[in-house]
């Protein structure tokens, strides 16, 4: 699996935007980045993904670099609930499904 | 809107005992997940389950473990023989047909094997 290098951890002021960085120097050009968020005892939560056009939706817009090599999450505002840690993924989908493979992911920390 | 539920939310089994963790997916999707986070740790994957077989499984998921589909609602893990290094969050997860849906998990079962 091509491999993703995220910051452990992160700090944020409320209402500020947050830039999550990922790394994927390995990524293939068939591979997906997807991000999702675990909040404290909870499952896993989708937030976005693409394959080469930066993208927007209601929680966060997803910058992608042009060499593919690099993404940045972007949260617009950040409340006390994205309190959370983000996961960057990669992953090539197939007809029989397909393993999301989180790592360590990065730890955003939201203060008031 | 419709989410993945899994019961019960904790569970306390001894060593050895069978466990059968049980999920509902969302109702129009087409694959299954199980997945596990032991305390601290990152979250697994154990296997994959589309048209009433394993489509694909982790290390993590050998001869103890079994998924079953028996009706058309619910989804289950079963361990057959726990063992303390089993405690951990299981999660469930489903998705959609379409090849790039994402996936939609329940908020998980504590396993705790004593």
């Known amino acids: 699996d091509a491999k993703t290098t995220q910051p452990n951890s992160m700090e944020s002021n409320e209402e500020e935007p947050v830039h999550l960085p990922c790394n994927h120097s390995?990524?293939?050009?068939?591979?997906?980045i997807h991000w999702y968020r675990q909040l404290p005892s909870q499952g896993p939560e989708y937030v976005i993904h693409g394959l080469t056009s930066n993208v927007n939706n209601r929680m966060a817009s997803l910058a992608i670099a042009e060499d593919r090599k690099s993404s940045t999450l972007i949260l617009h505002r950040a409340t006390l609930r994205d309190a959370a840690v983000y996961y960057c993924?990669?992953?090539?989908?197939?007809?029989?499904?397909?393993?999301?493979?989180f790592g360590k992911g990065t730890s955003l920390l939201v203060t008031p | 809107e419709p989410e993945v539920t899994q019961t019960p939310s904790h569970q306390v089994t001894q060593m050895g005992q069978e466990v059968i963790l049980r999920c509902v997916p969302i109702s129009n999707h087409l694959y299954f997940y199980w997945y596990r986070q032991i305390l601290g740790q990152k979250v697994e994957f154990l296997v994959s389950f589309y048209n009433n077989e394993i489509s694909e499984k982790s290390e993590i998921f050998d001869d103890q473990f079994s998924v079953e589909r028996p009706d058309g609602s619910n989804f289950t893990l079963k361990i057959r023989s726990t063992k303390l290094e089993d405690s951990a969050m299981y999660f469930c997860?489903?998705?959609?047909?379409?090849?790039?849906?994402?996936?939609?998990f329940g908020n998980g079962t504590r396993l705790t094997v004593t």
């Open positions: 997860a489903s998705r959609e047909g379409r090849i790039n849906s994402p996936l939609h």
């Open positions: 993924i990669l992953y090539y989908p197939t007809n029989s499904g397909y393993a999301l493979n």
């Open positions: 390995t990524i293939s050009g068939t591979d997906y």
